[in-house]
């Protein structure tokens, strides 16, 4: 059964910065593609990163500011997001294959 759990998500002023972290169990991490995604109020969840056997992947909102990386020993996932924007406020949802975590806010206001 597969198990995500993210965390780190909180309120920081625009410009802040968040690392967002995902535990994963149940599945043999090293081998599939994984990544982040994010509902904003009212909108779809859409992708923001991820990471596939070709390379990461970002969202063109987000490049250059926020870095996806896995630790494939610890089978952790990570999203370091720096120079954070109002517009980047939503849940925050780990993800492989039809498999979701419960999320975790982030909130970006001053």
């Known amino acids: 059964q597969v198990q995500l759990a993210e965390s780190g998500g909180g309120m920081v002023q625009p410009g802040g910065s968040l690392r967002l972290s995902c535990e994963t169990a149940g599945f043999t991490f090293d081998y599939y593609a994984v990544g982040w995604f994010r509902q904003a109020p009212g909108k779809e969840r859409d992708l923001v990163a991820g990471?596939?056997?070709?390379?990461?992947i970002y969202a063109e909102s987000v490049k250059g500011r926020f870095t996806v990386s896995r630790d494939n020993a610890e089978n952790m996932l990570y999203l370091q997001m720096n120079s954070l924007q109002p517009e980047d406020t939503g849940v925050y949802y780990c993800?492989?294959?039809?498999?979701w975590g419960q999320g975790t806010q982030v909130t970006v206001s001053s």
């Open positions: 993800n492989v294959g039809d498999a």
């Open positions: 990471i596939t056997r070709f390379g990461t």
